[in-house]
């Protein structure tokens, strides 16, 4: 069992030596203690060092046991105690027996990013793997936010940020993995790690991508206490935002997952601002990878109305609010799309919707008016335009070109959206006989 002898080498053989290093740097009551306290080591202690690794050297555990001390060391900012034991050869690729890091994956565990780049920059391998949990140190570096010195470090030095473990997750996957949208949030990981070239589209063994986590917390937020809602969903509108900027696709669907958009549709009424966030980045509002045969917003948005209203039947007020949002989403989809398709096998039902029933049957006649009406050709260029410059962060794209004032009013869609009355102004497609 070479972990067991691992270990008993280290109690039996070389850890009387380890100790002796760290006492001469003063370090008695645990390297913890240390990880701040660079600046308290004076030189006395450095010249005990120097005279306990020259009357040490030549044992025969002497190697060994430099390389756990350097590896202990890594934890603190003593870049000076670290170069001196490279200087006697201690090694880089020296593992913990007890958890199979090297000293670059325990610096960065313990976010010391002076010491990452002394590591690195006297060899270090900056995307080794361990053994155990097929960690790099820019994985490890991505888990935690309070990491980010040491993320920033390892992508200057030039880590590969696209570097992936056998099951085919990078740490961009890892950075979200380790999220849970309310004690963990790593967005400024995530940031950086997309800022820096990490695929968005990365996709593991298992299928996993990025959105896919963002999927599952959305479920989450559902699923979970009330109280963490708001937290899983401020998470998810950053992260989603962060990802379509970098060419993630939010309605791309898989065969055994919805994708982000047709589950924040199934539950429009629940994620409407993430909804909305989305189709405002230019989410498709169908399956962008199998056409609306797959999945149709159009669809989602009216079963959904239905069930809510249904299950709201005695809240008059919240029924409303649930219909205001639904109209609101139509409208913006309407008001950015070239026409309007509803799956020709799709019947709508308002059995049990009681009072509101009207008011959703006249929303759902108005949509197949629409689908048989030709769009306005101002609609159709104003579009076009838009298509080129893509939705995302229109109003910034259009207000930087040179245009006249009245055809950058031309160019943006009217949406004035209210969060109070859960509505937009001014978002329906234009009538035909319009010509202003």
Not at 19 to 28: C, F, R, S
Not at 151 to 166: I, Q, Y
Not at 167 to 186: C, E, F, R
Not at 289 to 304: A, D, E, K, T
Request: net charge negative; aromatic share 6%.
């Amino acid at each position: 069992m070479p972990f067991l002898h691992g270990f008993r080498r280290i109690i039996y053989e070389y850890q009387p030596l380890v100790d002796e290093i760290l006492q001469a740097l003063g370090i008695d009551d645990g390297v913890d203690s240390q990880a701040g306290r660079a600046s308290e080591i004076d030189g006395s202690a450095y010249v005990t060092l120097r005279e306990v690794l020259e009357r040490e050297s030549q044992s025969s555990l002497f190697k060994e046991g430099i390389s756990y001390a350097l590896f202990k060391i890594a934890e603190t900012q003593l870049v000076n105690a670290a170069e001196m034991l490279l200087q006697y050869q201690a090694d880089l690729s020296f593992e913990d027996p007890v958890s199979y890091y090297n000293p670059l994956h325990n610096a960065v565990l313990r976010n010391q990013a002076v010491m990452v780049e002394t590591l690195v920059r006297h060899g270090a391998s900056i995307n080794k793997r361990d053994r155990i949990h097929e960690s790099s140190p820019l994985d490890l570096a991505s888990e935690e936010t309070e990491r980010l010195p040491c993320l920033r470090t390892l992508l200057d030095l030039g880590a590969d940020v696209n570097a992936a473990d056998r099951n085919g997750k990078t740490a961009l996957l890892h950075a979200l993995a380790s999220s849970d949208g309310v004690m963990v949030h790593n967005i400024e990981n995530i940031r950086l790690l997309l800022e820096r070239g990490a695929d968005a589209n990365a996709m593991t063994r298992d299928g996993e991508t990025a959105l896919s986590f963002v999927v599952f917390l959305v479920k989450e937020a559902l699923d979970g206490r009330p109280e963490d809602a708001p937290h899983i969903h401020y998470f998810c509108q950053e992260v989603a935002q962060l990802l379509l900027t970098y060419g993630a696709d939010p309605s791309r669907c898989r065969e055994d997952e919805s994708s982000l958009m047709e589950t924040c549709l199934e539950h429009f009424d629940l994620h409407f601002s993430l909804a909305l966030q989305l189709l405002q980045g230019g989410a498709s509002f169908f399956c962008s990878m199998h056409s609306p045969p797959c999945w149709s917003g159009f669809v989602l948005i009216f079963q959904r109305l239905c069930s809510a209203v249904q299950e709201l039947k005695d809240n008059t007020v919240a029924a409303g609010e649930v219909i205001r949002k639904a109209e609101s989403i139509l409208d913006f989809v309407i008001a950015t799309s070239p026409d309007v398709r509803i799956p020709k096998d799709f019947v709508i039902s308002v059995e049990n919707c009681g009072i509101h029933a009207q008011k959703i049957l006249s929303i759902y006649a108005r949509l197949k008016d629409l689908e048989h009406t030709p769009a306005p050709l101002k609609h159709i260029c104003r579009l076009h335009i838009r298509q080129h410059l893509q939705l995302l962060n229109l109003k910034q794209k259009v207000e930087g070109l040179p245009l006249p004032d009245r055809l950058k009013e031309y160019l943006l869609p009217t949406l004035q959206f209210s969060e109070a009355a859960g509505t937009f102004s001014g978002c329906h497609r234009a009538h035909p006989n319009d010509t202003t």
